[in-house]
């Protein structure tokens, strides 16, 4: 009964550069088993000398970790997936030593990647078995922060997600108080906090959502005396605050200190989302130099 083994970049050089190995096996043991009786090279990164797995070696099958399910004993049956996750035990970082270099692959001249606790893998192992996030996105995401101009309704669900996700750092900025008006759709809120500052019921959401989150709040409206301080010292800025004279200042902060500027806006059903980097392409302004009616976001200066 054939079963998939998904093979993880930095171990590709010790399974002739191959991503995915067929295997017959009955459980998840049986097939690492064989895959490294093949590829012996590989055993002694997965395994320890007591022949168990390494505690910084994570098997799934499909989307399960066997530690959860009969360790090297759980079945696996014709069409399963088994995947291998590497991640880094205590902080050392095993996996950058066997992979010869740096595994989380920042380019050139980039800071390394901050490791993932294994209270972090566990956490985000839906993440981690996704090839198109993997370890290596998930500590790009760790290493990543985005300041949040705004945690109302654009705000509060992006924030919780954001933090969910596993971003790093999150800067807030707001000056508002939470008012019973707000609670229909400024999720970071609960009624509890109707009368608090925005931020300190945002602060609070989040670190219950993820305490891995860094959280920085700017109790403050964002103007332009203080937003070129504020934006560079995050990766992306993130405009919440639906209204014109911000999503202005906030383009034009953005092109200056060269920050992708994210974008949202609703009306009743209808919205907009985009991404405007000077860098790399057009910025707001190239769009619409100067505010015009009939655009969403027009007829609500302050509220969002
Ligand atoms: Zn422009």
């Known amino acids: 009964m054939p079963v998939t083994i998904t093979i993880p970049t930095p171990l590709r050089q010790f399974a002739d550069g191959q991503s995915e190995i067929q295997i017959d096996a009955r459980t998840a043991g049986e097939a690492l088993d064989k895959l490294t009786s093949t590829h012996s090279e590989l055993r002694r990164h997965l395994f320890n000398d007591q022949n168990a797995l390494r505690n910084f070696v994570n098997v799934y099958v ?3 970790d066997i530690r959860h399910a009969n360790g090297p004993d759980t079945p696996v049956k014709e069409g399963d997936t088994i995947l291998i ?3 880094i035990a205590g902080g050392a970082a095993v996996l950058d030593e066997i992979a010869g270099k740096d595994a989380g692959g920042p380019e050139a001249g980039m800071p390394a990647l901050p490791m993932l606790s294994n209270e972090e893998v566990a956490r985000y192992s839906r993440h981690l078995i996704m090839p198109e996030v993997g370890m290596t996105g998930q500590r790009k995401l760790k290493a990543a922060s985005v300041l949040m ?3 109302g309704g654009l705000g509060a669900p992006l924030g919780m997600y954001l933090a969910a996700a596993g ?3 999150l800067g ?4 508002d108080v939470v008012d019973a ?3 229909q759709r400024q999720i970071f809120h609960g009624t509890k906090d109707v009368g608090r500052p925005k931020i300190a019921s ?3 959401r989040i670190e219950d959502i993820n305490p891995h989150v860094e959280i920085e709040t700017h109790d403050t409206k ?3 005396a203080n937003a070129l301080n504020l934006f560079v010292n995050y990766d992306v800025i993130v405009d919440g605050t639906d209204n014109f004279p911000t999503r202005y200042l906030v383009n034009d902060a953005c092109v200056l200190t060269g920050k992708p500027n994210v974008y949202g806006s609703i009306f009743r059903f209808e919205g907009q989302a985009s991404v405007f980097w000077a860098e790399r392409g057009p910025c707001y302004r190239c769009l619409y130099p100067e505010p015009e009616s009939g655009l969403p976001g027009v007829r609500r200066q302050s509220d969002n």
């Open 62 to 64: 499909n989307d399960e």
């Open 149 to 151: 101009i705004g945690t």
């Open 167 to 169: 971003v790093g750092r």
């Open 85 to 87: 996750v590497p991640s």
């Open 172 to 175: 807030l900025v707001d000056f």
């Open 181 to 183: 008006s707000n609670l």
């Open 222 to 224: 964002l103007t332009s």
């Open 202 to 204: 945002a602060r609070d």
